[in-house]
């Protein structure tokens, strides 16, 4: 900018300046609106930038680089967006250290909880070799017995196991006698108990109703129609089972050999035996 330029340029601010102020010395009928107050303002401020330029380009004969009249308000608007940034960088901040704070302790949490696993699982392996051992001391020990009871067994014990039978019997465990009686039979059956045991054997299975098994164990009990106290009373437990089983005829003949093989068989069975008979309606 030329220094004539510069002189020109400052008459031509006097003037407006003198203008201006007479205009603004100038009474007016009516105060100014809002707006215009600010108008005015905003053209005082120009005036102002306009002098100063002038002013600087006449003393320092250097080229004026004028600024927007609005720089201000946008180095305003750019501090604001700065600010907000800044706000807003600080609230990232925090969340993030909120963040790693949680992940921390997620990662402590899944560190105990891989400790606690890991104990669990060796007391698991320990336990399930202690459970090994327990199972195989078991086992051994069941072989133990199975062995003895083998043994036992094979010695056996008829006069026992007949007792213990005949136990269950007069206990009225009728179920444990005859499971008792069956096995002594299986067993001992040819020896001098077998008979006998087939006759307890015949009255278990007649308390529960088995009449046809009654039947075939008071049979194999009075075969060869044996001299003992208890066959009397096994015939006629046979001529029972046979009327039961809707077989009078049987059952009669049952009650003709009792009185023929037994003729001194107790009272109570004879009276018994008429008894008998009424219900087969044997001839008389």
């Known amino acids: 900018m030329t220094r004539h330029t510069l002189l020109a340029a400052a008459s031509v601010l006097t003037i407006t300046l003198g203008a201006a102020t007479a205009w603004s010395q100038t009474p007016m009928p009516d105060p100014l609106d809002d707006r215009s107050v600010k108008r005015l303002e905003r053209m005082e401020k120009v005036v102002r930038e306009l002098r100063s330029i002038v002013f600087q ?16 308000s946008q180095i305003q608007a750019l501090t604001d967006r700065v600010a907000d940034l800044e706000e807003t960088l600080t609230r990232l901040n925090g969340a993030n250290e909120s963040l790693t704070y949680e992940l921390q302790q997620a990662r402590k949490a899944l560190a105990a909880s891989d400790a606690a696993n890991r104990s669990l699982g060796d007391r698991l392996a320990a336990l399930e070799g202690r459970a090994t051992q327990i199972e195989a001391a078991v086992a051994s020990q069941q072989a133990v017995a199975s062995e003895e009871d083998s043994a036992q067994e094979a010695a ?3 006069d026992g196991d007949f007792a213990k039978a005949r136990k269950f019997m007069l206990d009225g465990d009728y179920d444990s006698a005859e499971a008792a009686f069956q096995a002594f039979v299986k067993r001992y059956g040819d020896t001098e108990k077998g008979p006998e045991a087939r006759y307890w054997l015949g009255k278990t299975l007649s308390v529960r109703g088995a009449n046809a098994d009654a039947a075939g164990a008071f049979i194999g009990a009075i075969r060869g129609w044996p001299k003992t106290a208890w066959a009397p009373d096994a015939t006629l437990e046979l001529a029972r089972s046979l009327v039961a089983l809707k077989k009078p005829a049987d059952a009669c ?7 023929r093989r037994y003729p001194k068989a107790p009272a109570t069975v004879m009276t ?4 008998v008979r009424g219900q087969a309606k044997c001839a008389a």
Do not use: F
Not at 57 to 72: F, L, N
Not at 253 to 259: F, G, I, K, V, Y
Not at 272 to 275: D, F, T, V
């Open 272 to 275: 018994r035996a008429q008894a």
């Open 156 to 158: 056996g014990d008829p």
């Open 57 to 72: 380009g006449r003393d320092s004969g250097k080229p004026v680089v004028v600024m927007p009249a609005e720089t201000d």
């Open 253 to 259: 003949q049952t009650l003709d050999e009792l009185a």
